[in-house]
């Protein structure tokens, strides 16, 4: 078959570290933007309506974190499968995996988006949620839950981008729908005064425009590729093999989210302040996660593109061309966090804010900054695994991972106080890092066929 010769970064030829590294920039650039959706829901009201507000969207974060990562998870499955048929240059089955991602996971999410709707109210109870922000909390999930396959939508698409070597375009859409998150955050909270739901609402529209717009440019770009005439919008085989990566890879994309979700309750038992704290260095944490995942996930598709083009020198070589990078990232974060934590915390909190909840935010950014470096290692190790479809060691690290973090919290909270929540994160992320990294030792997952 003719290849076909597109303007993308070439993960099977060339110079592997910058080919790595152009691939995962866009990506990494791209993510950030993507927190910036959240940061700027936190930072408006927590500096515009009140402290309350900012514990509000702070509670709800856990949860909306983990459908994030179901969305992303997801995705990440639909790439797998995409960027294997890329590599092998069969393109009517390329055609074939992208049109039963698209079916199936705005199809998933609807019926996510209905289930959420509905049992907010009942989720941040079972967390228990101070009664103080209870209400603005579930009237921010319930207009989150709404427009949740525009999230679905865009992550997916920008996923098959991805698997095409053409991660600049994502980025582009994620700068366009941040900066209109940011526009209209304002707007709604300062001019309409609209509080916790105007940061919502702006949310979802700027989400559901990028959505829209990202799926014009897929259809279009799609048609460049030989065998898209009479392929089917469906198949169960294809969709049953993107779970077959899908499934662990949400459960491993999720494990901070859930993590955060299922410990929020050991947080909440420290009061409003506190849980403002926390949630302020929970947004910082998930700023200095995004280089590193972005890293994990660029090295999943380079992985799968590689093993579907049958060069197996070139696996080995980028993963450990990603660690150079991976401890790059991490000295800068330790040194930003280590640093410049006070003021950054400040940025999140109202001027009248107490005194607790600056120290609370303050002494987990001091401790987490130590530790990034482990998650990095983690995630490209995981991203060998994942884009190679070994999933059973992956997702018995990454429960693993999830176990210890839940049992730690609950079982030292009440001893050494919600320090124990912080400090059960980097124990969680040693061991899947040493559990993934003995799998990817023996070279099993050379022999995996998806």
């Known amino acids: 078959m003719a290849r076909v ?10 110079s592997i570290g910058s080919s790595l590294f152009l691939f995962a920039l866009p990506m990494l650039i791209g993510n950030l933007f993507q927190q910036l959706y959240n940061m700027a829901d936190s930072i408006i009201v927590g500096r515009f309506v009140g402290e309350n507000a900012l514990a509000a969207v702070g509670a709800s974060y856990a949860l909306t974190t983990v459908f994030i990562s179901v969305a992303i998870g997801g995705s990440i499955g639909a790439s797998v499968l995409t960027s294997r048929f890329l590599g ?22 609807i019926v996510l988006g209905v289930l959420g709707f509905l049992f907010s109210p009942h989720i941040l109870e079972a967390l228990n949620t101070p009664e103080a922000i209870r209400p603005q909390a579930i009237e921010y999930l319930r ?24 991660s600049r ?53 799609i048609k460049v590729y030989p065998g898209v005439k009479g392929v089917p919008l469906f198949n169960r085989k294809y969709l049953a093999k993107m779970l077959r990566v899908a499934i662990p890879s949400t459960l491993q994309q999720s494990i901070v989210s859930i993590g955060m979700m299922l410990v929020q309750s050991v947080v909440n038992g420290f009061g409003e302040a506190a849980l403002a704290g ?58 930003v966090l280590e640093f410049f934590n006070e003021s950054i915390i400040e940025s999140f909190l109202p001027q009248e804010s107490s005194a607790e909840a600056l120290q609370t ?13 482990l998650l990095g290692l983690k995630m490209a190790t995981d991203g060998v695994l994942r884009g190679a479809g070994d999933m059973s060691v992956f997702t018995l690290a990454n429960l693993l991972n999830l176990t210890i973090r839940v049992l730690f919290s609950y079982g030292f909270a009440p001893i050494i106080g919600i320090q124990a929540v912080w400090i059960a994160v980097p124990v969680g992320w040693a061991v899947n890092y040493l559990v993934s990294l003995v799998r990817y030792c023996t070279g099993k997952w050379k022999r995996i066929e998806i």
């Open 143 to 166: 207009i989150y839950f709404a427009g949740l396959p525009f999230l679905f939508m865009y992550n997916v698409i920008a996923a098959i981008f991805n698997a095409l070597g053409r």
């Open 278 to 335: 926390f949630s302020a260095g929970m947004r910082i944490e998930s700023i200095c996660v995004v280089p590193l995942s972005a890293m994990g996930n660029a090295v999943s598709t380079f992985v799968a593109q590689n093993i579907g083009a049958r060069k197996w020198e070139r696996v080995a070589k980028g993963y450990y061309a990603s660690y150079g990078f991976l401890l790059a990232f991490a000295f800068v974060i330790l040194i």
């Open 5 to 14: 010769k597109l303007s993308r970064v070439d993960l099977i030829n060339g």
């Open 88 to 109: 092998a240059e069969d393109y009517g089955n390329l055609h074939l995996s992208i049109n039963t991602a698209l079916c199936f996971f705005v199809a998933f999410s």
């Open 169 to 221: 375009i994502p980025l582009y859409f994620l700068i366009f729908s941040s900066v209109l998150n940011v526009v209209l955050d304002l707007f709604m909270v300062t001019v309409l005064q609209m509080g916790v739901a105007g940061v919502a609402i702006a949310t979802v529209l700027a989400q559901g425009l990028s959505a829209v717009l990202s799926f014009v440019v897929l259809r279009r770009l």
């Open 361 to 373: 935010g303050v002494a987990y950014l001091r401790f987490m900054g130590f530790f990034f470096i």
